[in-house]
């Protein structure tokens, strides 16, 4: 509308004439002239002396107020009335200035630029009582009648203004020679000279009510301001309404703005290009050129910025538009003030509830993360910066991470998050760290590591406060301002406001990591540091309900087999060492996204969410079976430990996580019935275990044909020069068809706990006496072949009658068979045990005490035991001859032995001066890989040992 048309005629002119045609013929006529005109200018609009609009609408409402008032004179009587009615502020003021009719015609041209640019005017003539004057129209501007009679009405009515009647005025309009240019030749009457007084009173009533005009406008415009809602309004209305005050064609404002965001830039009249570039211009102190009038717009508390009149070129600037616009500078100034002020306070009350927004939020917020959000998001609105972070301090890495960031657009954002500051690379960290303070970092001088990440993201400086929990660093909080910070007012109050949200942000972050803890220790088992039943049961609920139509969910419960006789033999720390290795274990067999859990006791279950295959939990399942079958090393020892598992798995949506597992633990108690160590899946027959039992397939060992006996000499090396096999040691083995051949390491412990030993016992006691029937006997005497017994061999009751049998079948002579028990505190304690070696020995089977000094026993037990025969434990054997103690040890065992008339077997002789050193303190009996290994057959051969004697 306005805006768009060009700026060619003030609408003080369109003003003059609708009051004029309101006078004449009321509102009514006024509509109707604008009606006519056509021009789409509301009355409001035409009546509004700041505003411009072109030559051509001016030239249109002129034709229709002649047409409507309906005389020819009326823009005659238009331009005649202009000065009486006080035409602009500023030009009658400007004339009137001038002191006679003579001088205000020779500066009519300048005032007249303030009124219209389309046309120049030139004095041609003048004297005390009459001027030429000629009108030149710019180019492209037609001549127009009206024109012309309204300057006709205009130039008339200067003498007014000193109180002489109206000039008279021919116009000689535009020749052929002159097409653009009209000639106005103007008569006035001298001035009637009453008195020296009256004329100086009526000159100075003239001036009075010219300034009352101005003061009333700028009065209207100053309270016009102050009545604004917001800085920004201000601003508009401040050069809006500089037009209705002073009169150049266009204005340029340029004002700090109080935030610190850059100038704020309004104008008028101005396109934005020259609006940008004056401003810029401006910004430097460069001229604005001739035509511009700058004055400040200032008040007493501080400078705001500076307010611009452009006048078209070669109007140049009056002192009185100086004065205008400084005075209304002053109201704009004011205005400022008070609005400032007013924002200042809004802001205030903003922030207070922005506070306590804040400290809600941080009390509510879940855990660290969303903490380090809260305060994120706050600091901006708090602290007035343009961006924020929320950095967490890992001790371990020397570094800091940012956690949360508020600010900043998504490419700066997710620079920050993925950029680790680490304290050798960042020497303002080290600062940090030993000060435990606040930090400014400054785009032109921080090390270049932040240089590039404060380029990047924006912020010329960067406000870092420590988030401190004591003396303790979570972490900082940093504000970054997009210009340097200069310790004004405004940003110490903001240092200050970040300091107290960091303690505020520190405290909250402090709280959520307790909750963490305590959350955690609620959820875990301490032990392990798996999930407890607590938090598995959530997790199973929690996968049930985020499960697809066609998607499973498995649990797989899994107990630990005979765990208890884990604890009760090595320890409740042993037993707990276990726990914590097996829980290992299992983790590594799942990926990390699914959960292990740990149900109590010995009880431990995983959970597999998403599946698609329906083969997968079975798989998972043996695999951990598979991987807890292999030892465990606990206090130096090997343990081992198998485990039985219970598989249930529920597809598509609705399942119930109490009833899921329930059917995992029945699964889990198939598994334990059908022999341990397996797998099993609930509602499935049994057929589907895949993994057999290890316990299952050693009680079918025997008659699967699967066990052997290998056999060790035992050999006399009393003889001088010659050694002799005197008989020999039988030692089991399964040849296992999967594991190969397996020594009793690997499965005696096995078949000790699951009740299987005395079968083996007494397969061994069979074959071992069958083969001895068919070596041939050597010509020193007849061989013995010695059996080891389990405790709890030697106290069942099919032992008797076996090694009866076993005599008898193979025609055997009693003493011929040995029978070897391990010392230990199991044997001591059975019932029963004393009263069986007994029944053994007057069996004529000779007993002997196995792994002699390793047992509970000490020498005294000797004389309490029915033996026949010590077995001297390898552990004392392989540190001769050089350890002292053990010489003394198996020195003592010898010289008791023999005063008690026992026959004393040295074990494990594998070098020759172990074999030197028992010969020279007289045992006669040995055993061990130096003299012959465990084979399946016997060499009888004489034994060659390399070296000694
Ligand atoms: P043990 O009764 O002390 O048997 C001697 C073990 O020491 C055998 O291990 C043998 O191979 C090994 N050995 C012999 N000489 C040397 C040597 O010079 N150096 C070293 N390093 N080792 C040597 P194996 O065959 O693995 O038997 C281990 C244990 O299993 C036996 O210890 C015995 O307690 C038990 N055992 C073996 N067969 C049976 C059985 O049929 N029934 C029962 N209940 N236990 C058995
Ligand atoms: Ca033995
Ligand atoms: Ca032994």
Redesign the pocket.
């Known amino acids: 509308m306005v805006t768009n048309e060009p700026r060619e005629t003030s609408c003080a002119t369109t003003k003059l004439l609708l009051t004029y045609v309101r006078a004449r013929g009321g509102d009514a006529a006024v509509a109707d002239v604008i009606e006519r005109s056509g021009v789409e200018h509301t009355v409001a609009e035409l009546e509004d002396t700041s505003r411009w609009v072109s030559h051509a609408s001016r030239l249109r409402l002129f034709e229709a107020a002649t047409a409507v008032v309906g005389h020819d004179r009326v823009m005659v009587e238009v331009g005649a009335a202009a000065l009486r009615n006080g035409l602009r502020s500023v030009v009658v003021p400007m004339l009137r200035a001038a002191g006679s009719p003579r001088e205000a015609y020779r500066r009519l041209p300048t005032t007249m630029q303030h009124l219209t640019t389309t046309s120049t005017l030139r004095v041609l003539v003048s004297s005390d009582n009459d001027a030429s004057i000629a009108v030149l129209r710019a180019e492209g501007f037609e001549h127009s009648r009206h024109d012309c009679e309204y300057a006709q009405g205009l130039l008339s009515a200067v003498p007014a203004l000193w109180g002489l009647p109206p000039a008279v005025v021919t116009h000689s309009p535009s020749s052929v020679e002159d097409p653009e240019e009209c000639r106005f030749d103007v008569r006035w009457g001298s001035p009637a000279r009453p008195s020296g007084v009256r004329r100086r009173r009526r000159e100075l009533e003239a001036d009075l009510a010219a300034l009352r005009v101005q003061m009333h406008e700028l009065q209207v415009a100053a309270s016009d301001l102050v009545a604004s809602q917001d800085v920004r309004t201000v601003l508009d209305r401040i050069v809006d309404h500089a037009a209705t005050v002073t009169d150049a064609p266009a204005y340029l404002l340029v004002v700090d703005d109080a935030a610190g965001i850059g100038p704020l830039v309004r104008s008028s009249g101005l396109t934005s290009e020259r609006e940008a570039l004056l401003a810029r211009r401006l910004a430097v102190d460069e001229s604005l050129g001739a035509d511009a009038l700058i004055v400040d717009v200032a008040s007493s508390r501080r400078v705001h910025g500076r307010l611009v009149a452009l006048y078209a070129p070669g109007a140049g600037e009056n002192s009185q538009s100086r004065e205008l616009l400084e005075a209304y500078a002053h109201h704009a100034a004011a205005a400022l003030d008070l609005l400032t002020a007013l924002e200042d306070s809004r802001r205030e009350e903003r922030r207070a509830a922005d506070l306590l927004t804040l400290a809600h939020d941080l009390a509510t917020a879940r855990d660290d993360v969303a903490v380090a959000q809260v305060l994120a998001d706050a600091l901006p609105q708090i602290v007035g910066c343009r961006a924020s972070t929320v950095m967490q301090w890992d001790a371990a890495l020397g570094s800091f991470r940012v956690i949360a960031a508020a600010g900043l657009g998504p490419v700066e954002s997710d620079l920050v998050l993925s950029t680790v500051f680490r304290a050798d690379q960042i020497p303002e960290i080290v600062g940090m760290l030993t000060h435990h303070g606040p930090m400014l970092v400054d785009v032109r001088t921080a090390s270049p590591v932040l240089q590039q990440v404060l380029r990047t993201t924006g912020s010329q400086s960067v406000v870092v406060v420590p988030l401190l929990a004591g003396d303790e660093l979570m972490g900082v909080a940093t504000a970054g301002f997009s210009g340097l910070i200069d310790g004004t007012v405004e940003h110490r109050e903001a240092l200050a406001r970040i300091a107290g949200m960091s303690d505020q942000g520190a405290t909250a972050l402090q709280n959520a990591r307790l909750l963490a803890t305590v959350r955690h220790q609620s959820q875990h088992d301490a032990l392990t540091g798996l999930p407890n039943r607590l938090l598995f049961v959530r997790l199973l609920d929690e996968a049930l309900r985020a499960a697809g139509t066609g998607s499973g969910t498995a649990v797989l419960f899994c107990d630990l087999d005979r765990f208890k006789h884990i604890n009760d033999g090595l320890g409740h720390a042993a037993g707990d060492e276990l726990l914590r290795q097996v829980s290992a274990r299992l983790r590594g067999e799942v990926r990390p996204g699914d959960a292990v859990g740990r149900l109590g006791g010995d009880e431990f279950a995983v959970l597999l969410a998403e599946i698609d295959d329906e083969r997968q939990p079975f798989a998972v399942a043996t695999r951990l079976v598979d991987a807890l079958d292999e030892p465990f090393r606990i206090e130096g020892r090997e343990v081992r430990i198998t485990a039985s598992v219970g598989v249930a798995i529920h597809t598509g949506t609705n399942g119930r996580g109490d009833k899921l597992l329930a059917a995992s633990d029945s699964a889990m108690y198939i598994a334990k019935q059908s022999g341990r160590n397996q797998v099993a899946i609930a509602g499935e027959s049994l057929a589907r275990r895949i993994v057999p039992s290890l316990e299952a397939e050693l009680s079918k060992a025997a008659g699967a044909g699967e066990l052997r006996l290998h056999f060790?000499p035992v050999v006399d090396v009393s003889g001088t020069d010659e050694l002799t096999v005197v008989g020999a040691?039988?030692?089991?083995r399964w040849h296992h068809p999967r594991l190969g051949l397996l020594?009793?390491?690997a499965f005696?412990p096995l078949a000790e706990e699951a009740g299987l030993?005395t079968d083996?016992?007494l397969w061994?006691l069979d074959a071992a006496c069958k083969q001895l029937a068919v070596w041939p006997p050597p010509s020193a005497g007849p061989l013995h072949v010695a059996?080891?017994?389990?405790s709890a061999?030697l106290v069942d009751a099919r032992l008797v009658p076996a090694v009866r049998t076993a005599l008898t079948t193979y025609g055997l002579q009693p003493s011929q068979l040995h029978l070897?028990l391990?010392e230990s505190r199991s044997l001591i304690d059975l019932p029963g045990v004393i009263d069986r070696m007994d029944e053994l020995r007057q069996l004529g089977v000779r007993i002997s005490l196995?792994?002699f000094g390793t047992g509970y026993s000490t020498l005294a037990w000797l004389q309490a035991l029915p033996v026949d025969q010590i077995k001297i434990d390898?552990s004392f054997i392989m540190q001769l001859p050089k350890h002292g103690a053990s010489l003394a040890v198996v020195r003592g065992v010898l010289a008791l032995a023999r005063e008690l008339g026992i026959e004393v077997i040295a074990?494990?002789?594998?070098e020759p001066d172990q074999l030197a050193m028992l010969r020279e303190i007289g045992c006669e009996l040995v055993?061990?890989?130096?003299l012959g290994r465990?084979a399946p057959e016997l060499d009888q051969s004489q034994p060659v040992v390399g070296g000694g004697s």
């Open positions: 060790q040691e039988a030692l089991l020594a009793p390491g005696l030993v083996l016992d061994a059996v080891n017994l389990a061999s070897e391990v196995d792994d390898r074990e494990g002789v594998e055993q061990g890989f130096l465990p």
